[in-house]
């Protein structure tokens, strides 16, 4: 598997390579985008909901605005030719932004012309720790809990129960035994299976993640000084191993680990784990961190990502900074994002404000720490003029403990160690949060701050000062001035579906099934009674067939379901697999109160999975999202085995492209974040309908609605076991032709590699379409001669040599590199030094009417030298006419079954009307007439008409003794008698016919 170090040693070779001297790396960079005219508005409208509308409202509009803003700037790079200049990473959908990687300054310059872009910046590691320093102990235990009289307020019942707070550091060691048992545990998440199990599209993310090495591990590894250890401890350690430090013993932490090992970090990593955290549940952040002396164009980026937080209803505390005795004066001295303005707006403060408020550190003879950064700081950066320098913003908002202070240490279980900082000062202010919030869920940020502000012990001068802010926290006089929640708060919480009844009972929605809904709801005030809801959709293919649901009393601070009362729904069997479907619900209780809420249901939402096809000589890896050998290539620890031939895995990633345009080209890349989305499992098969092995799945390209299917075919016997077959079927689900279609199939074959130095050599002949590679050490650590070719339909490929046009230095594997590959624009056919090479094979370019499918079949073939690679390409060539005679395996015709009732509502029969026939599988399409199955259901999912032995005409009763009558025609017409004994209400008429599956409501009036 090679490593990224590897580019450095290859670098020099590139322009001897290609006559190419680019060797400029790729700088990671950020771009904030403008935000659209109405914005104001709508955030306003936010801000005045309850939780946890405000929450799902804020993200809502949050992402929908970035995938616009993302398309514009995509289009505006392209009509500015900057394309082969820039790689967009992701979305920043909290302050509307987005990461990319970029050539050189020059395209930060171009990018801040573009119209749709507010700034652009790199993005280096310009965030650092709130630096500690070691005292000694002053008490044996965490002083600064007792000071601010947090004891008092747990002997009253408030420990920060059931608030999250959300750690944003250099990770947790979530094995201290003061801290495992308040560790966050993501809900949806199994840990260590190295699977994506919610689908929120991190991997094994059970504590929160590492945002600044891109991992699932938020491991404090921060040596020696275990800065966040310390803060979460200080929030919420419960003092098994002797002292008590955390000032919310019962809140949880989510690890949140966006700072490395030497205490920096990016404003992408903190933006990813600030987003993360409003995501899963966080209602309050701890951010010992800051940028120092910041400049307008970082101010100018986190204010808005701050106002973006306050807007989905979450505080910050966020330290002042370290740099009171640095020499660096007002209006400089308070970091960013500390330097925002703070939710409650002090007397002749303005109105734009944010979730931010600022902590500076006290010792413990109640005097401002030395170290500790003063205000007032000030706002006139162009985007920002509200707080001009005199007399700016007063900073910081409030004072905590932060001198000596005692907590869990990282590099142990059961170790505590003494630091100071405004850090220290942080979590106290967190820590108090939570616990206010314990008392009443239902506080606004603004809420909350005005009483830490308004109830601090002051210090300094009267009023707000720059040196203690509003003074020093006191949790006790703020819990007590916390007003108890006089209302009940209900939403939104959680959904689960259930198919076994009316589908094929996989949990998942499919296509043409009918589902019960089960949704959770949560109270955060007080106890409700006579609580119920209705759901409803603006998606037309899709019909709720029991919309309301009743759930009874809701206690404070329980989640109910309403686990014997779901709703019921009925899904198209003509909507596209991967539609994400708006569930609108409005909650009631019998007090008169109402709530609206929305949340999405997915069709097809199947998750990300991989399986091994194998035939005892070939392994390969496939996946149900496009991608072949490993799960993600970009992870290391990723899995998969590749493509093994010999005993030896040749292969670290690959698979299907489609081009649609010279930017618009979709992959399986990324594993999670691949383009493309799966819509069913794997399926694997032994003996196939074609091959004695065989692996199916489906997955889509949701942007341009295409379906794929996937087949994968391999054989047992000597003379075929040498190569897997993959057919692609590619169907336009648009209503309109998609026309200059090319698909591409990429394979990274990495052979060997020796102390940084690589022995490989590839070639391709354009005459029989095929490419491969091979081992030149000698004598060759690794014989094999490995590569694909294009069988269906005539194409042609191309060598790619990585460090040039696949890695982030040289052109840069962006869309248009990998568009010019499948095109034919970029062509290579020789490799004639050793280096690091790939393969891709293309076919195109096709158009697709609507509603039409195209086949496009890959093989990737091994033998012992090129004669033997050679003849075993003929061999798969030879299986093409097999592979296309069943290409219709596994694919399902669209709109094929057709169901009609009538008379309906009806009072003594109906007329069930159905088609009998169905598409073949064989190449000629003939009909083959089908019989159908069909049941019908009551809203409970008791069958009320089931039958034996197969045949519709046989009705058996669902009661003994009851007999229901039903005749049927040879034209697929029943009549259906309801037996006597069944009552008036609604029915489901349940039809199958091989894969499809249609449900109809009728209405039964006896």
Known sequence: ???????????????????????????????????????????????????????????????????????????????????????????????????????????????????????????????????????????????????????????????????????????????????????????????????????????????????????????????????????????????????????????????????????????????????????????????????????????????????????????????AGNEGDDGISAPQCIDSPGDCPSPFAQSGEGSNRTAVITVGATGYTETVAGFSSFGPTQWNTGDYSDYPYPSGLMKPDI??????????????????????????????????????????????????????????????????????????????????????????????????????????????????????????????????????????????????????????????????????????????????????????????DDSGNVWNDTFEITVSNYPHRIEDIANGTITLTVSNFGEVGFFDPTNSSSGGSGFIYGGYNYLYGGGLFIGFGYDDVSTGENGNNSDFSPITSIDLCSPGSAADNEAYCSFTDQNTRVRIDLKALAWNSSSNSDFVILRYILTNLTSSTLSGIYTGFYLDFDIHNESGTWFDRALWNDVENYGYMWDTYSPPAHPAYVGLVVLQPTGIGSIIHNPTYVYPSGMGWTDSVKYNFIDGSFHLTTADSNDDWSLIGAAGSVDIPAGAADTFVYAIVAGDDSADFATNVGTAQAHLFEVLSTEKDNYIEPTVLSLDVHPNPFNSSCKITMNLWERSPDLDYRDREVSPTIEIFDLRGNVVTPYSDGNPSSFVPLIKGDRGDAEASAQGVYIWTPAQTISSGIYLVHVSLQRQTIVKRIIYLK
């Not at 790689?87 to 930060?108: C, F, P, T």
């Open 1 to 319: 598997m090679k490593l990224l170090r590897y580019i450095i040693l290859l670098i020099i070779l590139i322009g001897l390579a290609f006559g190419t001297t680019d060797n400029v790396y790729w700088k990671q960079g950020i771009v904030c985008f403008r935000r659209p005219s109405e914005w104001d508005n709508a955030v306003q409208t936010i801000r005045l909901l309850p939780q946890p509308n405000r929450r799902h409202k804020a993200i809502a509009l949050f992402k929908i605005t970035n995938r616009q803003f993302l398309n514009i700037f995509r289009s505006q790079i392209e009509q500015a030719g900057l394309s082969s200049s820039i790689k967009i990473e992701n979305g920043l959908w909290l302050g509307n932004g987005a990461q990319i990687l970029y050539r050189n300054d020059a395209v930060i310059q171009n990018l801040s012309q573009l119209d749709c872009v507010k700034l652009a910046f790199e993005d280096i590691e310009g965030f650092t720790i709130s630096n500690t320093f070691a005292d000694v102990d002053i008490l044996d235990t965490a002083w600064g809990v007792s000071r601010i009289v947090a004891p008092s307020c747990w002997s009253g019942g408030f420990r920060g129960q059931n608030i999250i707070v959300g750690v944003l550091d250099s990770g947790v060691r979530y094995t201290h035994n003061d801290l495992v048992a308040n560790m966050w545990h993501n809900p949806g998440e199994i840990a260590n299976n190295g699977a994506d199990d919610d689908g929120n599209g991190y991997v094994d993310d059970y504590y929160g993640y590492d945002f600044y090495n891109g991992d699932s591990d938020p491991m404090d590894d921060y040596s020696g000084v275990y800065h966040g250890t310390h803060c979460s401890g200080t929030v919420a350690g419960d003092g098994t191993s002797g002292t008590q430090t955390g000032v919310a013993p019962s809140a949880k932490i989510m690890a949140l680990k966006v700072m490395g090992s030497s205490g920096t970090g990016t404003a992408s990593a903190l933006v990813n784990g600030i987003q993360y955290a409003i995501e899963n549940g966080a209602s309050v952040l701890s951010m010992s961190l800051g940028w120092p002396n910041p400049d307008n164009t970082i101010k100018n980026y986190m204010r808005p990502v701050m106002e973006d937080l306050l807007t989905a209803g979450l505080v910050a505390a966020v330290a």
């Open 399 to 588: 004072c905590a403990p932060g001198v000596s202070i005692t907590s869990t240490y990282g590099g142990g279980d059961d170790g505590y160690t003494t630091s100071s900082g405004t850090s220290m000062a942080t979590p106290h202010l967190a820590g108090a949060l939570a616990v206010i919030l314990s008392k009443n869920p239902a506080l606004t940020p603004k809420e909350l701050d005005s009483l830490v502000q308004t109830t601090a012990l002051e210090l300094g001068d009267a009023g707000k000062d720059s040196l203690y802010g509003s003074g020093r926290l006191n949790l006790y006089n703020a819990l007590v001035a916390a007003p108890e929640p006089n209302y009940p708060i209900i939403g939104y919480s959680s959904n689960r579906i259930d198919d076994t009844d009316w589908g094929n009972g996989n949990i998942i929605i499919d296509p043409g099934e009918s589902f019960k809904l089960f949704v959770s709801l949560e109270n955060t005030g007080l106890d409700a009674t006579g609580v119920g809801a209705i759901i409803s959709t603006d998606e037309s293919g899709v019909s709720i067939t029991v919309h309301s649901g009743t759930y009874g009393s809701i206690g404070r601070g329980e989640t109910v379901e309403d686990s014997t009362d779901p709703f019921i729904l009925d899904v198209s069997s003509s909507i596209m697999p991967g539609e994400n479907i708006p569930i609108y619900i409005q909650i009631t």
